[in-house]
């Protein structure tokens, strides 16, 4: 057999692998708390690696690697940045997330909890949050989608159409039938995977490149600044350095609004499971980070020595050392490392999109229905925002990177400051919440689109910032006495609080 045909074989166990748990979660899905939240059933490693699959994607195995490729160790802060947010997201976030979205009326979706919690009858809040949702993840999933297309293109030298429609409907098949429980089931083995390719290459790159110390040495010569992790940011100016170092690690800030993420601590058994579920989901966003970061600098040394075309682009140094050190069906696994890092994505987002368009539009305004068909009408929201997302990654030329940043920018800002205010301060209020979401996403769009200040600092940190101050403002202008309220908030407290629970 040929190398391609080795690899082919390991996609194909790979994408059969995926199918055989998704159908295991359909039979396991007979509701439609079932299909957008696993019956709040979750173990804290499965939810922990299911956070961390869908929100690494493509980036941390190729974006990653080739930024530090191209730059050095200072690339790295986003992944602090990023390792920081996480571990501030598990640790106050997911105990009260959990509690809180169940006491308020059994909340399954991020648009739901607001309107529960701050009990807005006019649907506004939650109408406003369900299309901020599906504008953000129909153009996330469709930036999946085109990567996917560009991945079997340069690895295989598939057409592109070809590509992107066989992740499509592989993505699709699972999550159209096994729901969240699919989707989770499958982010976990896709999770697993990438750890073990990011542990493995590396591993074995630095002794074929003749150990620490020469690698060491040979990526020094290419780049004396490789491993300087504050080079680069506005030398000899301490504000301009400082502003460059906190605007790249402030996309930690981004994960208290990512509702793909938080999702996962809504449907954990307890609260107290967030503890577990923290330590498992940082020790595997650590360690994947640095194996990801290791590459790109063994890369480096490998590299030095070879001719230009050798490497013609820095984001597949991944790839290429997979290639080139491992036999062509172990490459083959990497290679389905990657495009499970894309498809866990993926098929996080279309769950979220799809709760968005029947749990917080149609069910508002809908007539009662049966268990089976809210599971009907979940799965034909799934179909729904795949196929318009597949028509927009038509075009690949489309910007992903670009794009993931806005999107992460716009949901951290738009949620993230609601959901904090939510679980720790009484006082929040529907005005405030709907002009604070109102005024963080008008400003993301601004900043975002406006080169002269998005050059200088991230959007999401003065949208994060306006949200809070005119959340909290509008707040204390329009607050009222609600004892129902008081008595929820009470209740979470209460739970969180507990030092064991009954189903523990």
């Known amino acids: 057999m040929s190398d391609h045909a080795f690899q082919l074989l390991a996609i194909c166990v790979y994408l059969a692998g995926m199918l055989a748990i998704g159908y295991f979660a359909f039979r396991q899905t007979s509701d439609l708390d079932d299909y957008m939240l696993a019956g709040r059933g979750l173990r804290p490693g499965v ?31 986003i992944a602090i940045g990023l390792t920081i947010g996480a571990w501030l997201n598990w640790k106050f976030v997911a105990p009260r997330l959990r509690s809180y979205t169940e006491v308020a009326q059994n909340a399954i979706t991020i648009p739901s909890f607001f309107e529960k919690r701050l009990k807005d009858n006019s649907h506004i809040l939650r109408i406003s949050a369900s299309v901020v949702v599906l504008v953000f993840f129909t153009f996330y999933v469709s930036s999946g989608m085109v990567a996917a297309g560009k991945f079997f293109e340069s690895s295989f030298g598939w057409h592109y159409m070809a590509g992107m429609a066989t992740v499509a409907v592989v993505t699709l098949t699972y999550t159209l039938f096994g729901g969240f429980l699919g989707a989770t089931l499958t982010d976990v083995a896709q999770g697993l995977l990438m750890f073990a390719a990011l542990v493995a290459v590396p591993i074995v790159a630095v002794f074929r490149t003749g150990g620490i110390g020469t690698t060491v040495d040979r990526m020094r010569d290419v780049n004396p600044d490789a491993l300087n992790l504050f080079t680069g940011f506005g030398e000899g100016n301490n504000l301009v350095w400082a502003l460059g170092i906190f605007s790249t690690a402030a996309w930690g800030l981004g994960y208290f609004g990512q509702p793909h993420i938080i999702v996962r601590f809504m449907a954990l058994r ?23 970061i290791c590459t790109a600098l063994i890369g480096l040394a490998y590299f030095s020595d070879k001719p230009a075309s050798a490497l013609e682009d820095p984001e597949t140094v991944f790839l290429l050392l997979s290639q080139i050190f491992f036999h062509p069906f172990i490459a083959g696994l990497v290679l389905a490392a990657v495009l499970a890092a894309i498809m866990s994505t993926i098929s996080s987002q279309l769950i979220v999109s799809s709760s968005a368009l029947v749990e917080d539009l149609y069910n508002i305004v809908g007539r009662e229905t049966t268990a089976r068909k809210q599971v009907i ?14 028509l927009i990654a038509l075009n690949r030329d489309s910007s992903v990177l670009q794009l993931v940043s806005f999107a992460w920018a716009g949901f951290g800002a738009a949620f993230g400051p609601l959901v904090l205010l939510s679980l720790y301060w009484r006082g929040l209020t529907a005005p405030g919440a709907i002009a604070g979401l109102a005024v ?7 900043w975002g689109k406006t080169a002269a200040l998005h050059d200088h600092m991230y959007e999401i940190v ?24 008081d008595d929820e908030f009470a209740l979470m407290e209460e739970q969180v609080s507990a030092k064991a629970d009954a189903r523990a």
């Open 462 to 485: 003065p949208a994060f910032l306006l949200n809070i101050i005119v959340a909290v403002i509008v707040s204390r202008l329009t607050a009222r006495e609600n004892s129902r309220i």
């Open 377 to 390: 009408l979940g799965r034909s929201g799934v179909l729904v925002i795949a196929v318009i997302a597949f």
């Open 440 to 446: 963080a996403t008008v400003t993301v769009f601004v």
């Open 47 to 77: 939810a922990a690696l299911s956070a961390g699959a869908s929100d690494m994607s493509g980036w941390l195995l190729m974006g990653l690697p080739g930024a530090i490729y191209a730059s050095g160790l200072v690339e790295s802060w």
């Open 270 to 292: 307890t609260p107290q499971d967030a503890r577990a579920g923290r330590r498992i989901g940082i020790g595997w966003m650590v360690l994947t980070a640095l194996g990801a």
